[in-house]
Nanobody, 117 residues
Framework: QVQVVESGGGLVQPGGSLRLSCAAS????????MGWYRQAPGNQRELVAT???????NYANSVRGRFTISRDNAKNTVYLQMNSLKPEDTAVYYC???????????WGQGTQVTVSS
């Protein structure tokens, strides 16, 4: 079983920045893709950004140019630097880690990001 733990959420004013962190642990198998998803009240969970172990990234159109995903493979840790935050970025942000050996996805418990003045 893979444990996924997020940190770094909080309240920020519009135009501000936050950095989310997520660590995956508890497996001897490699983690292939890691990523961030978010879910706002009344909405479905949506992709924010993903990154492969090789560093290939993918972003939702709504965050491209404002958010940056990065990764430390040695620590199985992924980061999401969020700049120029907007009220519509308000959501619970979930970290995802994919175990390479069987492509099983594991999820964190989520961290709240609130953008409000």
């Amino acid at each position: 079983q893979v444990q996924v733990v997020e940190s770094g959420g909080g309240l920020v004013q519009p135009g501000g920045s936050l950095r989310l962190s997520c660590a995956a642990s508890g497996t001897s198998f490699s983690i292939s893709r890691m990523g961030w998803y978010r879910q706002a009240p009344g909405n479905q969970r949506e992709l924010v950004a993903t990154i492969t172990s090789g560093g290939r990234t993918n972003y939702a159109n709504s965050v491209r140019g404002r958010f940056t995903i990065s990764r430390d493979n040695a620590k199985n840790t992924v980061y999401l630097q969020m700049n120029s935050l907007k009220p519509e970025d308000t959501a619970v942000y979930y970290c995802n880690a994919r175990r390479a050996v069987d492509m099983t996805d594991f999820w964190g418990q989520g961290t709240q990001v609130t953008v409000s003045s």
